[in-house]
């Protein structure tokens, strides 16, 4: 297969991308123009085409397309304001899609996110799974903007797919690896510090190479057509556990804690105050407005099995294989 992956120089994109070659396939990594790809492996594969683009161009996206079977998007801004977020994601994403109906493109492998999620109503220590309610447009205004723009990002998929796109949707939950171990569902960081709330939540992680194995096979399979897939790891972590073997095998921050019920509790009272008194107007930290406390580190169930059924996928590297190859020396994107 030909097929096209934005985002490809980013800290996922860059796994993608060397999982697809070695599978056998000629990809066209889309990177932005400025970014100088010559320390990552791959960058010179003989199987590999560089597409130096602005996503939001239609035109010259529509030229990259030309010949690819399919498209890997995983292109996203996760920092900025809800504008920058908007442009980088919603509309890099509109552009796309445009581009693909005018190359009669129809094949899309679409990474969403488990910040889609409705979680502040959910029962702690629930599953949550494929089936599970999205944030309303109404409470979604309470949560991050990455939750925002993603959640549009997935309306705009569901109207290519109505338009007869063959779209399967992919929602990993936090993707860790060499490039990213101390993550956002451990704590809020203050400076060198890490609060971190709760210990016995377990988290909803997915290794970076065995997420990038099942997006690659996602867009060789089928049957993953149409399907809406979860994708974590098997036998997954409490968060005591994470962080206590990282700190067996990486530096780590100054660790503070505070259990979940505390922090809840503080978080809804204070939002409470706010809301009451100040009617709405105080700007609070994000582990103290509940939705987005909710969404970081409520204790929940998850589970990878629709994902294993559909796609015939097994993640390859256990939680400790994962700590010891991103901690280790190996040339891990090598192809």
């Known amino acids: 297969m030909k097929l096209l992956i934005t985002g ?12 697809g070659l070695r599978r056998g396939h000629e990809i066209k990594a889309v990177v932005r123009p400025q970014t100088d790809v010559t320390r990552i492996p791959w960058h010179n594969h003989d199987r590999l085409e560089l597409v130096r683009i602005d996503l939001r161009q239609e035109a010259e996206l529509t030229t990259a397309l030309a010949g690819v079977d399919g498209v890997i998007h995983l292109a996203a801004v996760k920092s900025g304001d809800f504008y ?23 094949r ?3 990474i969403s996110t488990f910040s889609v999620y409705e979680y502040q109503q959910k029962r702690a220590h629930s599953l949550l799974d494929e089936d599970s ?4 447009a109404e409470r979604v205004v309470n949560r991050d903007e990455y939750s925002q723009t993603k959640l549009i990002q997935e309306q705009l998929y569901r109207e290519f797919e109505a338009e007869g796109g063959k779209v399967t949707i992919l929602r990993p939950g ?3 690896g060499r490039e990213y171990l101390w993550h956002a569902l451990l704590g809020a960081e203050f400076g060198s510090v890490l609060l971190q ?8 992680l997915s290794y970076v190479e065995n997420c990038a194995e099942a997006m690659i096979i996602t867009a060789e399979s089928e049957t993953a057509i149409g399907q809406t897939l979860n994708i974590v790891d098997d036998h997954l972590p409490t968060q005591g556990k994470y962080t206590q073997e990282l700190k067996k095998r990486y530096p780590a921050p100054k660790l503070y804690y505070c259990p979940w019920v505390v922090m809840k509790s503080i978080a809804g009272f204070g939002w409470w105050i706010n809301q009451t008194f100040l009617k709405g107007g105080a700007k609070m930290p994000g582990i103290v407005v509940p939705a987005k406390l909710h969404g970081r580190f409520k204790p929940l169930r998850y589970t990878n099995q629709r994902a294993k059924t ?3 996928w097994q993640p ?16 891990l994107l090598k192809v």
């Open 8 to 19: 490809a120089s980013g800290f996922v994109g860059k796994y993608v991308v060397a999982e």
């Open 84 to 106: 920058d977020q908007f442009a980088g994601t919603v509309m890099a994403t509109e552009s796309l899609l445009a581009a693909m109906k005018t190359a009669a493109v129809s």
């Open 108 to 110: 899309l492998i679409a």
């Open 133 to 136: 309610p999205l944030v309303t």
């Open 174 to 176: 936090m993707i860790y």
């Open 197 to 204: 709330i709760g210990t016995r939540g377990i988290l909803p």
């Open 310 to 312: 559909v796609l015939n």
């Open 316 to 331: 390859k590297y256990s939680f400790t294989a994962s700590l010891d190859r991103s901690c280790g020396d190996l040339e």
